[in-house]
């Protein structure tokens, strides 16, 4: 069974930055299609970035492109979320996931990762 867990989230001023992390254990996630959701209070788990497990392709929310970063490091099964610039609309539980379907392409569609980790509460202030 694969675990994820995540760190690095907390509270920044707007224009700031923060580098999330999410390591898995259990099992090696390096044929997992890893990705990060946030879910702001209110509304609903939306996809923030995913990185396949092959091609090395790296996908984004349209309105992230630019100011979010996705990497991973399978020789450390974890994934990290480069966050720069942040706003206060940012503000929201960040959720690390994993997609073991071997898709070719990530998808960004909440319900097709069955892995989660507990979230990492990310606080941007005005």
């Known amino acids: 069974q694969l675990q994820l867990v995540e760190s690095g989230g907390g509270l920044v001023q707007a224009g700031g930055s923060l580098r999330l992390s999410c390591a898995a254990s259990?099992?090696?996630?390096?044929?997992?299609?890893m990705g990060w959701f946030r879910q702001a209070p209110g509304k609903e788990r939306e996809f923030v970035a995913a990185?396949?497990?092959?091609?090395?392709?790296?996908y984004y929310a349209d309105s992230l492109k630019g100011r979010f970063t996705i990497s991973r490091d399978n020789t450390k099964s974890a994934v990290y979320l480069q966050m720069n610039s942040l706003k206060p609309e940012d503000t929201a539980v960040y959720y690390c996931?994993?997609?073991?379907?071997?898709?070719?392409?990530?998808?960004?569609?909440?319900?097709?990762?069955?892995?989660w980790g507990q979230g990492t509460q990310v606080t941007v202030s005005s």
């Open positions: 990185f396949s497990w092959i091609g090395g392709n790296a």
């Open positions: 259990g099992r090696s996630s390096s044929m997992y299609t």
């Open positions: 996931a994993a997609d073991g379907s071997r898709r070719t392409r990530a998808t960004m569609n909440a319900g097709d990762y069955e892995h």
